[in-house]
């Protein structure tokens, strides 16, 4: 069975850190990110990395404050986030996909997804 198993959310005070973990079973993918959705908004892209050779990217909202990272023995993939601000605060899922990189941003083109986890930050 696939599964991606999200753990690694809570509630931290603005300024703070938490570090999301996306733990894949059943397959190996070719690149996995994450997504998040605040209440009454849509899902939004957040990071994405490929498994095999390590490219990156963020959207602009989360750029030097959060960094993405894999452990390919481990087949799960990591969000460290840093300087957390209010805005942050939504349910955080893992994506992943068998395919190229390509269409990253698009919530579409990824085929699996977690169950999400809460991130909640407090001013």
């Known amino acids: 069975q696939v599964q991606l198993v999200e753990s690694g959310g809570g509630l931290v005070q603005a300024g703070g850190s938490l570090r999301l973990s996306c733990a894949a079973s059943?397959?190996?993918?070719?690149?996995m990110g994450w997504f998040r959705q605040a209440p009454d908004k849509e899902r939004e892209f957040v990071a994405a990395i490929t498994v095999p050779g390590g490219s990156i990217h963020y959207a602009d909202s989360v750029q030097g404050r959060f960094t993405i990272s894999r452990d390919n023995a481990k087949n799960t993939v990591y969000l460290q986030m840093n300087r957390l601000k209010p805005e942050d605060t939504a349910v955080y899922y893992c994506?992943?996909?068998?395919?190229?990189?390509?269409?990253?941003?698009?919530?579409?083109?990824?085929?699996?997804w977690g169950q999400g986890t809460q991130v909640t930050v407090s001013s």
């Open positions: 059943g397959r190996t993918f070719a690149r």
């Open positions: 994506a992943a996909d068998r395919r190229g990189w390509f269409s990253i941003m698009v919530r579409s083109a990824w085929e699996r």
